[in-house]
């Protein structure tokens, strides 16, 4: 029965870049899929392309690209199996990012290299059509006026699929949901029909499994003395090897650092699924609730059990927006007596923003290591007194001068006491909000455009 082996190259925007290059040269793969956006990711995206109209595409996909680009299409002697590249690290502009990676192959000597962008899910012309919408925070879109600035449909297989009718060896997409990144190669490469939801659930399994990269190859279930996983700074990324009946083998390169066992796996499984028997997607609702997990193997799993129902009639739109400015300042207190001069030196920040009127909408002052995280009640059954604290007063205002003033008052406490502060820093920066609602799909228009090397 023939198989498919993807893999998978990122789980954010920043993530590194050696495991993808590991997976390309010894993952013998038919897909390696960089999955790269989050809301906000894409917002800011949007926010870049506003300054500029040629950015809005992934900080990285020069890099990746110009290391992954090599392995991509035939071997020489046209037995190694082809590889091609999915991303959805085109973010706010997939047509920019697929000329970029065209301008690198043309620099790389690749002759032949056929690069398609998939377009279709900014959907913010077609929002201000009715600007009485309401977003899931209750905000309307007539409310926000010009503080909008995106409004991104998740998108399902169809442009990916087309794509790769259309013979692309790299497609470069914006707002895709992140596992159909993955179902549709699946799709593509063995005849499954878009109304078949069991084979789709299935294959929206072995997407969700791999979305994240290091994640379920033992990366962030990683926690010394409870969960150990060994060489985690090699940490290799997932690879799925797939069949025509949607059944999955998740596994890495070999001798690559991690570890892949049903405990890593089953994580990863529930990580972000609020009802694991109905996972709304743009092409299944799928249903995990029947997904078992069996060792095959060292970093062998099987994966299976999945199933599927009818899609959503409807479109996820993530809406990004404009919401004030965040100004922050922090100092540092050492020694003796450091979490008593950091408390203090806490109070106559909030006392002296009294006095001088600053005007913000939240605030937040914290001594990192003591309350930040677990608040002060749960920070006070500690024992022992720190030796070391950390002063962070943050606050969000409507007005940027105002948000300036957090950190100048932070700063000022290095000659007006409590003594032994050092290490200050301030900063400012705009708040680039998400919010979200729910958009007909016949209302979203997916294009696919080729950018094929001459």
Not at 60 to 70: A, G, N
Not at 321 to 341: N, T, V
Request: hydrophobic share 40%; glycine share 12%.
């Amino acid at each position: 029965m023939k198989t498919l082996r993807i893999g998978s190259g990122a789980g954010y925007s920043g993530d590194r870049i050696e495991p993808a290059i590991e997976l390309a040269e010894h993952g013998e793969l038919d897909y390696l899929v960089f999955e790269c956006l989050a809301e906000r990711t894409i917002a800011l995206a949007q926010q870049a392309r506003l300054l500029d109209p040629q950015a809005g595409y992934d900080p990285l996909l020069s890099e990746r690209m110009r290391r992954v680009l090599p392995f991509v299409g035939r071997g020489a002697d046209g037995r190694r199996r082809r590889l091609r590249v999915i991303t959805n690290m085109g973010a706010a502009n997939p047509q920019g990012a697929a000329q970029e990676v065209r301008r690198i192959a043309r620099q790389l000597g690749l002759p032949g290299l056929k690069v398609i962008a998939v377009t279709g899910d900014d959907v913010l012309a077609r929002l201000l059509d009715d600007p009485t919408q309401t977003l899931d925070n209750g905000m309307t879109l007539a409310a926000l006026g010009e503080r909008l600035i995106s409004a991104n449909a998740y998108l399902g297989v169809d442009g990916i699929i087309e794509a790769l009718q259309a013979d692309a060896d790299v497609v470069i997409t914006g707002r895709v949901a992140d596992p159909s990144l993955f179902l549709a190669p699946q799709m593509f490469e063995f005849g499954w029909a878009v109304d078949d939801w069991t084979l789709l659930g299935r294959g929206t399994l072995v997407g969700h499994l791999l979305e994240c990269a290091g994640q379920i190859s033992g990366g962030y279930f990683a926690d010394p003395g409870f969960k150990d996983v060994p060489d985690l700074a090699r940490l290799g990324f997932p690879l799925a090897e797939v069949d025509a009946t949607g059944r999955a083998v998740i596994s890495k390169v070999p001798g690559s650092g991690g570890r892949i066992d049903t405990a890593t796996c089953t994580e990863q499984l529930i990580y972000e699924v609020h009802d694991p028997a109905a996972y709304l997607t743009p092409d299944v609702s799928a249903d995990f609730s029947g997904v078992s997990f069996t060792l095959q193997g060292p970093d062998q799993v099987l994966a299976q059990g999945a199933e599927g129902r009818e899609r959503p009639a409807s479109l996820k739109v993530s809406v990004g927006y404009l919401d004030g400015w965040i100004g922050e300042g922090q100092m540092s207190y050492g020694g003796p007596g450091a979490l008593a001069r950091g408390r203090l030196a806490r109070e106559v920040v909030l006392e002296r923003l009294k006095l001088i009127g600053v005007v913000f909408e939240d605030l937040r002052a914290e001594l990192i290591g003591v309350d930040a995280l677990h608040g002060s009640e749960l920070g006070s059954r500690a024992s022992g007194e720190p030796w070391e604290v950390r002063l962070r007063v943050a606050a969000r205002c409507a007005d940027r001068a105002e948000a300036v003033r957090i950190g100048n008052e932070v700063e000022t406490l290095y000659t007006n006491g409590p003594y032994g502060g050092g290490g200050a820093s301030k900063s400012v920066r705009q708040v680039v909000a998400v919010a979200s609602l729910l958009l007909p799909r016949e209302a979203v228009n997916v294009q696919i455009h080729s950018e094929d090397m001459p």
